[in-house]
């Protein structure tokens, strides 16, 4: 499995909310969106909230499914490093590895050419590790009226989601970054879904995650906090515990 590493370096803390806490409460969102990106541009708010995300870990690594054959379609059995040995993933549901993608979806990796284009729900399994931190890149997503659906499932089976506030009937070819990194919390499973599933395909890329150890509590500069605040308007987050 091709994957790169990726250490905590020069980047700038900066955090999706008004008030900094050191140990990532509960948890803690970092979201960017451009819709100027035209389908190639990896740039703006974006990689400014990957930034911040990945500031806050240290050790972990990305998948660019760049490993995988154009064509294969789920379920893809992922690796990463995590604090002590490796991390796994299965990735399942509704999509396929493409290489050569069309309709404004586009590859984020540098250098690469592969994403998962997703055409329906899809789900990220955990299996006996555990994680604490997430986040990818996502492309095309909105331009036919969808807005996309996280659930995080903790190991408690307590469920966290989330409806991520991408603009609506945007413009084709666009890029967000959604992630979280939770001290307190490790998960099992991460659920996808659309409010337009079925038709607003889009692509996933660059996916990183973490565990609990791999998180950093470095304070940030004075300058650096809430910079991207207004990117939780309109993002709704509900706690329920499962039945």
């Known amino acids: ?103 404004g979806r586009f590859n984020t990796t540098p250098g690469g050419t592969n994403l998962f284009e997703v055409t329906g729900a899809f789900e990220i399994d955990f299996g006996s590790t555990s994680v604490s931190a997430f986040g990818f890149y996502g492309t095309d997503i909105g331009d036919f009226n969808g807005r996309l659906t996280i659930a995080l499932t903790d190991t408690s089976n307590n469920v966290t989601s989330f409806t991520v506030n991408n603009t609506i009937s945007g413009a084709d070819g666009s890029l967000l970054f959604w992630g979280f990194i939770d001290s307190q919390t490790a998960y099992k499973k991460i659920t996808f879904g659309n409010t337009a599933a079925g038709t607003d395909e889009f692509g996933f890329d660059d996916m990183v995650i973490g565990d609990r150890q791999q998180i950093s509590v470095g304070v940030p500069e004075p300058g650096t906090l809430a910079l991207l605040g207004l990117g939780l308007a309109g993002l709704a987050a509900t706690r329920r515990r499962k039945q």
């Open 1 to 103: 499995m091709t994957r790169m590493t990726i250490k905590a370096g020069a980047l700038a803390a900066i955090t999706l909310f008004s008030v900094w806490s050191p140990t990532y409460a509960a948890p803690t969102i970092f979201f960017g969106e451009n819709q100027a990106a035209g389908g190639s541009s990896v740039s703006g708010a974006p990689v400014t909230a990957r930034n911040a995300f990945l500031a806050g870990l240290v050790g972990v690594g990305s998948e660019g499914f760049e490993s995988f054959t154009d064509g294969k379609t789920a379920p893809l059995d992922l690796t990463f490093p995590g604090s002590s040995g490796n991390l796994t993933a299965t990735l399942t549901g509704a999509g396929t590895v493409y290489g050569s993608p069309a309709g």
